[in-house]
């Protein structure tokens, strides 16, 4: 069954510290792994996608990883703002006969404060 | 250029009353799907239309459920009779292609429903 866990569940962090999110999956055949951000009361917005041969992904602050042999990603945040408080999704598509098929992580709670 | 539009954002009903909910995609987008969403936890799909054919609805719990989208549009997604557990956050996304490998998905806002 394909699955994708997400840790912590939920982290404080401090103004301007850094953070990194874990995403681990068993997700087969591999598609590609994209970390949403969904804010309070919001839908969930695409921050970056990796696919097999791509190993890091930058947008702006957010830095993704993917080592595809251990099946594991993660998202680092830098010089974390308020406006960074929110859930931060991990989904991992899988290619099947009928089109890509997503399995969605639970998301990390992030809470930045003064 | 607009996104995903949802309505209503807020649903408040008593348990076996239906409703409706109603998505408008962002223009030109094939693809649309309906997700669930339980509180902390991440969406699950319901359905997913090309165009105006139901490609996935395997989640769809269709004894209550049902959803259309006709003229490959707009779609609505509709719960008759609704229970207590189907209070949750229902998701619209599109995608610009039919099953893109690396389509994003364009999520609206989401309508909470709450079921008494």
């Known amino acids: 069954k394909n699955q994708v866990e997400q840790s912590p569940q939920s982290l404080i962090i401090l103004e301007g510290k850094n953070c990194t999110l874990q995403?681990?999956?068993?997700?087969?055949?591999?598609?590609?792994l994209r970390w949403y951000k969904q804010d309070t009361g919001r839908g969930p917005v695409s921050l970056t996608i990796?696919?097999?041969?791509?190993n890091t992904k930058s947008n702006g602050r957010y830095t993704a990883t993917l080592d595809a042999d251990t099946k594991q990603s993660s998202l680092h945040i830098t010089a974390s703002q308020l406006s960074d408080s929110a859930s931060y999704i991990c989904?991992?598509?899988?290619?099947?006969?009928?089109?890509?098929?997503?399995?969605f992580g639970t998301g990390t709670q992030l809470k930045v404060e003064l | 250029e607009a996104g995903v539009v949802q309505s209503p954002r807020y649903k408040i009903i008593e348990k076996k009353q239906p409703v409706a909910f109603w998505c408008n995609p962002i223009s030109g987008h094939n693809t649309l799907y309906w997700y669930l969403q339980n509180l902390g936890q991440g969406p699950e799909l319901l359905i997913r239309y090309e165009n105006e054919e139901a490609v996935d609805d395997s989640q769809l719990p269709k004894d209550r459920f049902s959803a259309e989208r006709l003229k490959g549009v707009d779609s609505t997604l509709k719960i008759q009779p609704a229970e207590l557990g189907d209070s949750a956050v229902y998701l619209c996304?599109?995608?610009?292609?039919?099953?893109?490998?690396?389509?994003?998905?364009?999520f609206g806002p989401g309508t909470r429903l709450t079921v008494l």
């Open positions: 995403c681990n999956y068993t997700v087969s055949p591999f598609s590609n």
């Open positions: 996304a599109s995608s610009l292609g039919a099953s893109g490998d690396t389509d994003t998905q364009y």
């Open positions: 990796m696919t097999f041969s791509e």
């Open positions: 989904v991992v598509s899988a290619s099947t006969g009928g089109g890509n098929k997503l399995t």
